[in-house]
Nanobody, 116 residues
Framework: VQLVESGGGLVQPGGSLTLSCAAS????????MSWYRQAPGKGRELVAR????????NYADSVKGRFTISRDNAKNTVYLQMNFLKPEDTAVYYC??????????WGQGTQVTVSS
């Protein structure tokens, strides 16, 4: 099983980034997918979640209206489009999967830094 995140980096406040998570080794289209983040000195928090078909999404209040989660089941990939980024969005972002049997997997994380 692999979840490989990419797309992180340094961006100025107000800028945008798109994170990608390429999945392999499990049944992607039967797994709910999520993005979490962990800022320095803080716990890991849920950012966004998407259902198996993409028909249902949920967001943390802090990112609603700015972030969009999506998935492409043909490519086994989940995305996180991040707009109007703020310094408080600085964190390591992790991809997570959770399937019908309760199995959960994590990626290695990608750093997002919002700073001028």
């Amino acid at each position: 099983v692999q979840l490989v995140e990419s797309g992180g980096g340094l961006v100025q406040p107000g800028g945008s980034l798109t994170l990608s998570c390429a999945a392999s080794g499990f049944t992607f289209n039967r797994s709910h997918m999520s993005w979490y983040r962990q800022a320095p000195g803080k716990g890991r928090e849920l950012v966004a979640r998407i259902s198996t078909t993409g028909g249902s999404t949920n967001y943390a209040d802090s990112v609603k209206g700015r972030f969009t989660i999506s998935r492409d089941n043909a490519k086994n990939t989940v995305y996180l489009q991040m707009n109007f980024l703020k310094p408080e969005d600085t964190a390591v972002y992790y991809c997570n999967s959770n399937d019908w049997a309760g199995r959960t997997y994590w990626g290695q994380g990608t750093q997002v830094t919002v700073s001028s």
